[in-house]
């Protein structure tokens, strides 16, 4: 069996309903590319689990990982990358809001010939979402300061949706909700971003695991943090080896 070229990596946290179906979607989508599906169930207190596994049935790439307490969406990104063995991350929101169908445009945007040697993340920027007013609007103010003042580049950090090499990955710092700072921690090691856009559908099963103000709150002390850590790099200019 060819090395898989790509690992998708999705946190699951009680979506019974919506988890089996994901992975089905993401392997139909790639099955004509050496692959491997990562799902995380972080501590799931509903069917996710019992879900997932009877799913490894029907779907050889599907590896299943859980956490044994709840560790949040960050960690459960982290511990799916850490098991990852393909050189190519692209993560999916667990609630199957984000279409498999655009994991491919993501995953060539990333790897094509002529992509730049330092291009390190390929994020989606959703289009047409299918979300209410309230948490559009709330999304539109915090990714307008968010951008505002770590000059991430991004108009859509909170696209679940992103394709970047491991290892770059594994060189950015760690801290619960990372995942929402991925673009500026990635420009911050040195290294290139890209968007592409991308769909997005409404949540069949289950219910956010977020409040717009509990979002908000987090999202602003986290960007505090981002700032500093900003502030405290230094660049080598590159490094030679005598």
């Not at 898989?4 to 979607?25: D, F, K, S, T, Y």
């Not at 004509?32 to 050889?60: G, M, Q, R, Y």
């Not at 330092?118 to 307008?144: P, Q, Y």
Request: proline share 6%.
């Amino acid at each position: 069996m060819p090395a898989p070229q790509i690992c998708v990596v999705a946190p699951m946290h009680n979506e019974a309903g919506n988890a089996a179906r994901l992975a089905a979607e993401v392997y139909d989508v790639l099955r004509d590319i050496p692959h491997e599906i990562v799902f995380v169930n972080d501590a799931s207190t509903d069917s996710t689990l019992d879900e997932l596994v009877a799913a490894k049935a029907d779907i050889p790439s599907l590896r299943v990982i859980s956490h044994r307490s709840n560790a949040g969406q960050s960690r459960a990104i982290r511990s799916g990358v850490m098991a990852a063995t393909a050189p190519v991350i692209c993560t999916l929101d667990g609630d199957g809001q984000n279409p498999p169908a655009d994991i491919p445009a993501v995953f060539q945007a990333l790897t094509r010939p002529d992509a730049p040697v330092d291009l390190a993340m390929v994020a989606g920027r959703r289009v047409g979402r299918k979300d209410t007013a309230a948490k559009r609007f709330a999304s539109r103010l915090g990714n307008g300061i968010r951008k505002r003042l770590l000059n991430d580049d991004a108009d859509d950090t909170g696209c679940g949706l992103k394709a970047f090499k491991r290892d770059a990955y594994l060189r950015l710092p760690y801290f619960d909700h990372q995942h929402r700072f991925l673009p500026a921690l990635v420009k911050r090691e040195g290294f290139k971003i890209e968007f592409v856009d991308v769909g997005h559908r409404p949540r069949l099963a289950g219910k956010s695991k977020y409040s717009n103000l509990g979002r908000l709150f987090a999202s602003f002390s986290d960007m505090l943090g981002v700032m500093w850590l900003n502030s405290r790099f230094r660049k080598t200019g590159g490094w030679d080896e005598s």
